[in-house]
DNA sequence: AGGTGCATGTAAAAAGTTACATGATTTG
DNA sequence: CAAATCATGTAACTTTTTACATGCACCT
């Protein structure tokens, strides 16, 4: 969809190897888009052969030799150019909602289940973003532009979140009377 | 990634032709699931074959024939069983918040624009969902067990709609500053 | 009779996932 | 030296998207 932008929005702040971007898609843009290594390292090819990365490889002491891409400025015009393209979103597929319409008597306790267990899971999601913001984020008035879009990218996901945690209070509640 | 689940589920109230699963997908299941109507037959074909859903042709007054889909009894049963299977998510890909990485004193008054459309379109959304939820869910305790689930799903639709307008507020209001 | 909209599809291309492969280097 | 980990990839497959195709029936 846009994985090459993504790729490159990554490199705007520093050059990055193949598994250093994937390990970043996990964390800081993870929520909002997600990537394999395989994914990645495909379209790193690509995009190097239009010209917009450049690639050099670093010695690395006590790991085997990785390569770092950076963008070149045929890449920086083009990423600055997308954004006045048109905009997609592919929005979410959840299972776990489609369960929850074949809700019977039977399967009330296996669904309690699964929602407890995700709250869990993007309760601790949530408490990573809460860190950076307080870290990186406490005066967002005061940024430099840029990372002000950053900002709201991150408030983005921790409002998500927060909503996510208010909704499975509400379907366990409503579940236990099942 | 359970396309075939999401098409039987749409068949446990009412038998349904491809084009209506269509419809229905981007109305009320489309805030967590989508499929094009190029999919949905093709998952019917399949499922057919599958001996999980039948057909019946239909004549229609003033229309083409059109052709019903229901599930069968082992189409019931495959679909309640999977309850019990791993769940996945695929996690939202958005295009702007990607750009919001990208946030310049150039570009500042386009995404300004383009969050100010998203703002409308999401609030037309929820203005449905809101609709939905008093016509048929005004009492939620008092649902039969199967309904309780689609309504949990549905205030999840609702949850994330408000969540996304208090987030453009925020985004809007920092950007003018920009 | 020609245009429009509905219902049903097929074919090819792009995007994404899963499974596997390889070399290099620390660690036990 | 065997096992574990990191970095880099390839190949095959599945899913999804895009583009096109067809027939029918109403409306003007």
Redesign the pocket.
């Known amino acids: 969809?846009a994985?090459a932008q993504a790729i490159m929005t990554s490199l705007l702040d520093a050059d990055l190897?193949?598994?250093?971007l994937?390990?970043d898609f996990e964390k800081s843009m993870g929520f909002f888009w997600?990537?394999?290594?395989?994914?990645i390292?495909?379209e790193?090819?690509k995009l190097s052969q239009k010209g917009w990365l450049n690639k050099r490889e670093v010695n690395?002491?006590?790991?085997?030799?990785?390569?770092?891409y950076g963008l070149t400025l045929a890449g920086r015009k083009a990423l600055a150019d997308w954004v006045y393209g048109p905009t997609r979103v592919?929005p979410t597929?959840d299972e776990l909602l489609l369960k929850l319409y074949n809700l019977s008597e039977e399967n009330a306790e296996h669904l309690i289940g699964e929602i407890t267990q995700r709250r869990e899971e993007v309760m601790q999601r949530l408490y990573l973003y809460e860190t950076i913001r307080r870290r990186h984020y406490a005066d967002p008035a005061a940024l430099p532009v840029r990372h002000k879009g950053v900002y709201l990218a991150l408030e983005s996901g921790i409002h998500q979140g927060e909503q996510f945690l208010a909704w499975c209070d509400q379907a366990l509640e409503l579940l236990a009377t099942v």
């Open positions: 969809m994985l190897s193949g598994s250093e994937a390990r997600q990537a394999s290594h395989q994914q390292y495909q790193l090819r690395q002491t006590g790991k085997p030799n990785k390569i770092l592919q597929k």
